[in-house]
């Protein structure tokens, strides 16, 4: 269906969108329920035949197995929602930072993986979901007026999509013990899609990130800001072995103090932190921020190998937006390396607004 007509619409506020053909797809109006539903009538009257064909590409009208990582965006009963695939998690095993949840159990904000049999009617049914927080412990610092805070000695980055759970950032005091929820950003920041308070009397801490500074004669290394003593973990051998400057770890220990009064994590466990994955040939969903650029077909994804080639599908753009720190969503299929073939990629807008508003009128 064309359509060649322009449209208006009239926000309470004097604020007014004119909505040519399919322009507004480049807008995100998060969070602002009438206004999307609106702009969403509209724009897809001017579904021309390489949008048609984009739809062939996504999960919606996929049929099989496959995994979805990313942040839950909504809740409903024994339903969650997750890059925008409603998972049926009532018969799913569920395990919650290590231990067995219910669906109830599941915060908005919080970002998981679902292993899931997807239906062509765009729905999925679940048999495993994981959440593991990216870090929890003590906040060092809070930066409200940046929209910012420290834990661990790692930077948390804040924002309008961020569910605050029992908090505000504002009241956040040095001490007190949160659990975070996000994803890492190619500096090694967090930007947080959920922030709750955790038992304050917490001994043990955990946090994930990438080795640097790997000091093997002193048992050392950092984890952005943060000095780890990694000497008193069990099998100390197979640690060796996993860890490296640049590799991706979660490590869990408890804090301590140098002779120079530095801040240290003494690790107790530490693991590789490897994603969730697919099988070889299934679908995998995953959103993030791009580590690696574009460099003859392939960049990197939270440390997963992506390949893009002409049957690669871009919701806006083109490859050109595929550069480090851009946040991105992809669904592709899993090869037997456990790289990806991108099929579908969205890479968010640098300039996207976000509008929240009562429709007054429309001019049609």
Known sequence: ?????????????????????????TMNFKKSLLVTAMIGSLAGCNLDSSQADADTFTSKKYQGNGVSTGKVTRKRQDTVTVNGIAFDVSGASINLDGKNGTPDDIKLGQVVSIKANYNEDGTATASQLIYDDSLQGPVDSVNAAANSLVVLGQTILVDNETLLDGLELGTLQAGQIVEISGLANAQGQWQASFIGLSDQTLTEFDVAGTISELNTGNTTFKINGL??????????????????????????????????????????????????????????????????????????????????????????????????????????????????????????????????????????
């Open 227 to 364: 000095l780890v003593d990694y000497s008193q973990v069990g099998e100390l051998d197979y640690v060796q072995q996993i860890i490296s400057d640049g590799a991706l770890v979660d490590l869990y220990g408890t804090m301590s103090t140098t002779d120079v009064g530095e801040p240290v994590l003494i690790a107790q466990e530490i693991e590789s932190e490897e994603a969730f994955m697919a099988d070889d040939g299934d679908l995998l969903e995953i959103e993030g921020f791009i580590s690696s650029a574009l460099v003859d077909g392939q960049f990197e994804v939270a440390g997963l190998k992506v390949k893009v080639n002409n049957n690669t599908f871009f919701d806006i753009g083109d490859a050109s937006l595929l550069k480090v720190d851009a946040s991105i969503e992809i669904e592709g299929t899993v090869n037997e390396d456990g790289s990806i073939n991108a099929l579908y990629i969205f890479v968010e807008p640098e300039d996207e607004i976000e509008v929240a508003a009562v429709i007054e009128a429309i001019d049609l």
């Open 1 to 25: 269906m064309q359509c060649n007509k322009d449209y208006q619409l009239a926000l309470l506020g004097n604020i007014t969108f004119n909505v040519r053909g399919n322009s507004m797809k």
